[in-house]
């Protein structure tokens, strides 16, 4: 069984450390009627960076640079996963003993029968030629 | 050179100069100004002994706090009637500071800013742009008196509306542009924004003061307009801008000191220090009319340069300033001046020079957070880049400080751009000095 992989553009947002801060960023979006398919917050005690995949990547942009938010867009791999148990082990097992690495990783906010994992792999070249030439059997 | 006689005068005739003002100014001030005729009674000082401006170190000194006691007319050393123009300072801090100006003071203002100017060369076929404000301030009239006086073409522009700077600059092909240092920077950014690269502006030299700068702000502020920028000083109190200015080596400010005798002094014990060691500066305004001041505390903190100047400027230079005794933060005990921040900042690769600095205390400890701006080409994906990037601010700041400092990094222009004096410090801890 073939893995299936889909590069994905992940939009990386600035988030001062302030109260509210993630609300606005939020609210900016809806309101331009973006959806999001996943996201994650990494953060430390100063700032945090919101890391999304969404929708709609031009409406996206359009509304942080109107309200002239940070934001950088980075690409990524969307990884389909089995969901059972194994499911990720099994892709997992596919990187080792090679020189990739995975930066982060998080999960897609609606699951079907296979849930998508949002990986950011160190080289991602690498990693995508892996991912086309596995077989999970 | 404008005034080049006067400029060059070999040394020793400027202190007979100097001498000869200094004894018929404190005559004057003794005559006229019951304020000085009290001090100089206190100080046990007979007008008639003063004969040589080496008896100005025993002369009585005057404070800010003095000038706001006597607020608005107790300096006069003239009939009100003499008086053609006033000046102010905005009161923030207290009662304004008056200046009050006879004809002869705006001459002498015209003449001191003419020296300012041409410092760069600006002459009749220049066009200046004056960016300072209008009005109460010294800094609009101050630039707009002394670019008259050399014949060039003033626009009376103000601060603001930088939309329409970047047209009038343009339109009217301004070479020379004068405003503060930080809307000078402002100016560049804005048009960037615009889509107008900075460089390409018609502009050749800058003259800027009214807030310290550091060294590398004006090198970025040279590289993004394509200007030379020279720093200019001066001061209300004495007479606006026009105290002095760098010649086109930009290697210390000339200090009218035909007008403005300079001395340093320690800032504690207001004792004479010898040349070359670091204090406060205190003028003695020589000529003025309207309100002379003796020996006036400035606050600002710099050090008298040794050597003669190779322009041929006979005239005593002080360093750039380095800071001002009232913006000297006192931190965990340490001496911190902001402009020590944004030579950290200004050498960080990456970071643009817009900061706040908050100085709080929790419990019994001061700190000290360092709000930057981050540019958009800095802006990582990798948590460790933007951690990475704190770190080496935070390692450089300490090195500068000799405290740590917490860096905090904040959206690009999400810091108030000033088009005046910026407010970068924030000090929130009189709120707990105070608790009875």
């Known amino acids: 069984m073939c893995v299936d992989v ?3 553009e992940q939009v990386t947002v600035f988030l001062e450390n302030r109260p509210g801060r993630l609300q606005e960023v939020v609210r900016l979006l809806a309101d331009r009627g973006v959806n999001l398919r996943a996201l994650s917050i990494a953060e430390t005690e100063r700032f945090g960076l919101l890391r999304i995949i969404p929708d709609d990547l031009e409406d996206t942009l359009a509304a942080l640079d109107d309200a002239e938010i940070t934001h950088r867009v980075t690409r990524v791999v969307g990884v389909r996963v089995p969901d059972r148990a194994g499911g990720l082990a099994a892709v997992l097992d596919l990187f080792t ?3 990739v690495s995975i930066a982060y990783m998080y999960a897609e906010l609606s699951g079907g029968e296979q849930a998508m994992l949002v990986v950011r792999f160190e080289p991602q070249e ?4 892996i991912l086309a030439e596995a077989d999970l059997g | 050179m404008f005034q080049h006689d006067i400029q060059t005068m070999p040394v020793p005739d400027l202190r007979r100069l100097q001498s000869e003002r200094l004894s018929r100014q404190v005559a004057r001030l003794h005559a006229r100004v019951p304020f000085y005729r009290d001090k ?3 100080a046990g000082v007979d007008p008639a002994t003063v004969s040589g401006i080496d008896d100005i170190a025993g002369l009585p000194m005057t404070g800010k706090g003095d000038l706001r006691d006597v607020y608005p007319y107790g300096l006069l050393a003239v009939d009100r009637a003499e008086i053609v123009e006033v000046h102010m300072s905005s009161g923030t801090t207290g009662k304004p500071v008056v200046d009050a100006y006879t004809a002869a003071d705006l001459d002498i203002w015209r003449d001191v800013m003419a020296r300012t100017l041409d410092m ?3 002459g009749p076929d220049d066009v200046v742009q004056n960016g300072y404000g209008y009005g109460l301030f010294t800094g609009g009239f101050g630039v707009h008196y002394g670019a008259g006086r050399l014949g060039a073409v003033v626009l009376p522009m103000s601060s603001g509306n930088t939309f329409r700077q970047l ?9 020379v542009l004068t405003c503060t240092p930080s809307y000078a920077l402002y100016i560049a950014e804005f048009a960037a924004q615009q889509g107008i690269e900075p460089a390409t502006l018609p502009l050749r030299a800058g003259f800027f003061g009214a807030e310290p700068w550091s060294l590398e702000m004006r090198a970025e502020i040279e590289a993004r307009l394509g200007i030379a920028a020279y720093d200019i000083y001066g001061l209300t109190e004495i007479i606006g801008p026009g105290v002095g200015a760098e010649c086109v080596r930009q290697d210390g400010l000339h200090l009218f000191e035909d007008h403005f005798f300079p001395e340093i002094v320690d800032p504690d014990t207001g004792e004479p220090l010898p040349d070359g060691e670091v204090g406060e500066l205190v003028l003695t305004t020589l000529t003025r009319t309207g309100t002379p001041l003796l020996r006036y505390r400035t606050r600002d903190i710099t050090f008298l340069l040794p050597d003669a100047c190779a322009c041929g400027r006979t005239s005593r230079r002080v360093h750039r300033l380095m800071g001002r005794t009232d913006d000297m933060l006192i931190i965990r005990g340490v001496n911190v001046f902001p402009q020590q921040v944004e030579q950290v900042l200004l ?5 643009e020079p817009h900061y706040r600095l908050i100085v709080d205390r929790e419990g019994a400890m001061d700190t000290l957070h360092v709000e930057v701006e981050m540019s958009e080409s800095l802006f990582s994906d990798d948590l460790a880049d933007l951690i990475w990037l704190e770190r080496r601010i935070e390692s450089a700041l300490k090195a500068e400080l000799g405290i740590l400092a917490r860096c905090m990094l904040v959206n690009p222009r999400s810091i108030e751009r000033s088009e005046g004096k910026a407010k970068r410090v924030f000090d ?3 709120v707990t000095t105070h608790v009875r």
């Not at chain 2, 047209?167 to 070479?175: A, P, R």
């Not at chain 2, 050498?347 to 970071?351: I, K, P, Q």
């Open chain 1, 6 to 8: 889909e590069v994905l």
């Open chain 1, 97 to 99: 003993g090679t020189d």
């Open chain 1, 126 to 129: 690498d990693a995508l030629r």
């Open chain 2, 40 to 42: 100089l009674a206190c």
């Open chain 2, 120 to 122: 760069g060369g600006v």
């Open chain 2, 167 to 175: 047209q009038t600059m343009q339109d009217f092909g301004s070479t």
């Open chain 2, 347 to 351: 050498r960080t690769e990456g970071v």
């Open chain 2, 428 to 430: 929130r801890r009189e």
